[in-house]
């Protein structure tokens, strides 16, 4: 038996890396792809959950920061910089520190995840948070990059997309072909883009014999692609994809188109009610956005657009410990208060309603 040993190491021989590249790891990757059979007897398909909370910071993202981390130090960066909605910081923020760089995040103020900002602080990046919404962070990273001695690592940089594909091919390792659906939750289209590539290569070296369909579900108040033009003020409880520009946007158009794929808009309602499926029926736990999966298949499902039999993966993107509030309101929306109890085992047994064994 032997320890894995992160994407780059993994699949060194499909990545842009050489002999010359410092290869800053956390041992990301090679993440469960859980069998759901809680979904599958709700849809009549084969669902399995690829759980990206299980990466080193929480989300997938680790796989992309691996590479474009190991390329900036490669080329000898001494800062790198993202804008983000949490995820990314956090991440950008762990592998900057242990490549022993210097990271800057932008963050719409007020509008990340508690979990992802104490990632960030924790891991010694330079925070500012801006004052206005994620696509105005990017706009800003951007800029810097291009006029100051700072390396963009948001997903606009191609290291990112690169070792993000790894996932698709972990996918392909384990099902011994690809799906015939993969779902995953949009923001900036990154990650579709980045399956899509990676499901691309697998059949060109003739890993598989079919590329899956790419279906992407974004929150219906932030559903650029679906809508077909930029959103200004984009809105969702799922702050991760709280994006109204996608970076990624002809990349996913591309990858729709080609794999006969699907973009859809779930409702922040929705989105919460495949958050507590995901959690109280199949034991995952996610942040919200990542739920989006979860909704999304249903929806498709309902709609009858999942053939029975059909093999189905989703992706879920990041960790429930990252943004756990969700858990404690209930779909009415009042908040769970677990019972108190004295110290007193008849009492607590009488509580829970159990009869003594005889
Ligand atoms: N799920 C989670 C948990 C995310 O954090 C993100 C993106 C996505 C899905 C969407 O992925 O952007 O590639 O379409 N988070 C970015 C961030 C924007 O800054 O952490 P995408």
Redesign the pocket.
Known sequence: SRQWRGVLREYADRLDISAATPIITLGEGGTPLIPAPALSARTGAKVWVKYEGMNPTG???DRGMTMAISKAVEHGAKAVI????????AAAAAYATHAGITSVVLVPEGKIAMGKLSQAVAHNAEILQVQGN?DDCLEIARDLADNYPVHLVN?VNPDRIAGQKTAAFEVVEVLGDAPDFHIV????????TAYFRGYSEDLARGATTKLPRMFGFQAAGSAPLVLGHVVKNPDTIAS??R?GN?A?WKFALEAHETSNGYFGAISDKLILEAHRILSAEVGIFV?P??AISVAGLLERSDAGEIPRGATVVLTV??HGLKDPQWALRRADGSDVQPTSVPVDTAEIANVLGLQKVP
């Open positions: 989300s997938f993202k993202c804008a983000s909605t949490g995820n990314t910081s994620f997903s939750p949009v923001g900036n289209a990154g990650n579709y991760a994809i994006i996608p990624s942040e956005a990542s993107t990041g």
